[in-house]
């Protein structure tokens, strides 16, 4: 969530898993399971893991037992060079990353195939980016899109108004790149939280951003060009966040925010067969304050 500044907020509660074919199981995991391993089932997951040099090993954990196809990854706080493609390809997936050190840092990590890479907006030199916040890519005939939206600082911040403009600038390239008949998926830390049902107190929240009707109207107007929120799809019960601050004891009084999204085409909103907040993944020593989210698309 941090964007141009340490301002944290955000995942939830979350029900038992579907029956299936369960994968191996990792203690206590709330992802550990019950997926199906049948080729027509994909799952798409998006997390912000908050530097992924300090969190590579939690991050090979949740892919053994959670299995995503393509896991969408923010804030990973590398270069190029410090990228760990070969411990993702020694899990059996491809990956992208577009990073310049630091902060920032956006990448694909794919089993289903890895084409088409673009780094930055459609209107970019990628040479030349300062903040890396958007990469995409087709993965298994889905187009994926990672995004780490920026933060806003304050509502009285150029950082907020910069914010905006960059919403409006992810709408015109997806409209520039994609087809809303498309199979398309933009996932990742929005620094958004939808509606006053994704914030554990909204009053909290009043005057501040993350929950500022431009904020929401921006996201809005992206959704408006023939996107859905696949998680709210299967998933419409309240308190389900993906971020808490970790001060405070946010994680466990549960005061959060679900600012971590997946948005889908109407193309794949009919596939959308199970969601999660893998709430288990934000536990343990030294996690992210994010926890991953994901998708499951049915595509048979």
Known sequence: MRGNAPLRRGAGRVSSLPAGRPLPKMAGSDASASRSVAAHRIRIATWNVNSLKARLAKVEEWIGYAAPDVLLLQETKMAEAAFPAAAFASLGYESAHHGNGAWNGV????????????????DEDATSIEECRIIGATCG??????????????????????KLQWLAHLREHVSHTCQP?????????????????????????????????????????????????????????????????????????????????????EHLARRVAYALVDRQARKGPGPSDHAPVFIDLDMA
């Open 141 to 162: 005939g889905i187009r994926v899109i990672s995004v780490y939206v920026p933060n806003g600082r304050s509502l009285d911040s150029p950082y907020y108004e910069a």
């Open 107 to 122: 990448a694909v990590v794919s089993r289903i195939g890895l084409d088409n890479i673009q780094k930055g907006f459609f």
């Open 181 to 265: 008949g498309d199979p398309v998926v933009i996932g990742g830390d929005f620094n958004i939280a939808p509606a006053d049902a994704d914030v554990w107190d909204p009053a909290a929240l009043v005057g501040m951003t993350h929950a500022s009707a431009p904020e929401r109207q921006a996201l809005a107007d992206l959704l408006g060009w023939g996107l859905v929120d696949a998680f709210r799809l299967v998933r419409p019960e309240p308190e389900l966040y993906s971020w808490w601050d970790y001060r405070g004891g946010s994680f466990h009084r549960h005061h959060g925010m679900r600012i971590d999204l997946l948005l889908c085409t």
